[in-house]
């Protein structure tokens, strides 16, 4: 099976995470700085989900978490726009 043919096929105009192959439910804002630290280089310039994000942050060691920006749901039902509340880094 190849990555993300566990996923639905679900809305064709849906993004889909070019690391994982997973639907983009998430839109979040980093600084370049930090986006360019952490993801690989030949997925710069793709969708990468806010999980592989974070786990690409673990791996490069970096903290992100008081730089999140915007974040967005938008799922099949419904979208939101969500407010940072409080936010800290594991390590």
Same mark, same amino acid.
Not at 42 to 50: E, H, S
């Given at each position: 099976?190849?990555r993300g043919d566990?996923?639905?096929?679900?809305d064709?105009? !849906?993004?889909?995470?070019k690391?994982?192959?997973?639907?983009d439910?998430?839109?979040?804002?980093?600084?370049?700085?930090?986006?360019?630290?952490?993801?690989?280089?030949? +997925?710069?310039?793709?969708?990468?989900c806010?999980g592989?994000f974070d !786990?690409?942050?673990?791996?490069?060691?970096?903290?992100y978490?008081a730089s +999140?920006?915007? +974040?967005?749901?938008?799922g099949?039902m419904a979208a939101?726009?969500?407010q940072?509340? !409080?936010?800290?880094?594991y390590?």
């Amino acid at each position: 099976m190849r990555r993300g043919d566990e996923f639905e096929a679900g809305d064709p105009h !849906r993004q889909t995470c070019k690391a994982c192959g997973a639907p983009d439910y998430w839109n979040f804002d980093v600084p370049d700085d930090i986006w360019t630290s952490v993801v690989p280089r030949d +997925l710069q310039r793709g969708v990468v989900c806010l999980g592989c994000f974070d !786990r690409f942050a673990k791996q490069c060691n970096v903290k992100y978490a008081a730089s +999140l920006g915007q +974040l967005f749901f938008a799922g099949e039902m419904a979208a939101f726009e969500l407010q940072v509340v !409080r936010a800290s880094d594991y390590f």
